[in-house]
């Protein structure tokens, strides 16, 4: 099973940034699509912003302008820049992959925004 592997997350203030890591070990991500998504307590999961294998990238309407997803081939790593973080960014950050019928999910990183 692929493994993808979340760091970067954490306790921030409101206006604040943070940049999320997504990592693997058997996968190369610039041979396909990564996004990142997002839970919050009580909401369903939610893409956020999306790689693909060309570079091409989207954004949920919600974090344009504030959230950059970009992706480093010689490290292997896919980040998410995270730029005026709002109480409602609040959530369990997961990368995810798709590999023909699977699809990978990593174990998530908390971003906790407050006041």
């Known amino acids: 099973q692929v493994q993808l592997v979340e760091s970067g997350g954490g306790l921030v203030q409101a206006g604040g940034s943070l940049r999320l890591s997504c990592a693997s070990s058997?996968?190369?991500?610039?041979?396909?699509?990564v996004g990142w998504y997002r839970r919050a307590p009580g909401k369903q999961r939610e893409l956020v912003a999306r790689i693909t294998s060309g570079g091409t990238t989207d954004y949920a309407d919600s974090v344009k302008g504030r959230f950059t997803i970009s992706r480093d081939d010689a490290k292997n790593t896919v980040y998410l820049q995270m730029n005026s973080l709002k109480l409602e960014d609040t959530a369990v950050y997961y990368c995810?992959?798709?590999?023909?019928?699977?699809?990978?999910w990593g174990q998530g990183t908390q971003v906790t925004v407050s006041l």
């Open positions: 995810n992959t798709v590999l023909g019928p699977i699809n990978n």
């Open positions: 058997r996968i190369i991500f610039r041979l396909n699509a």
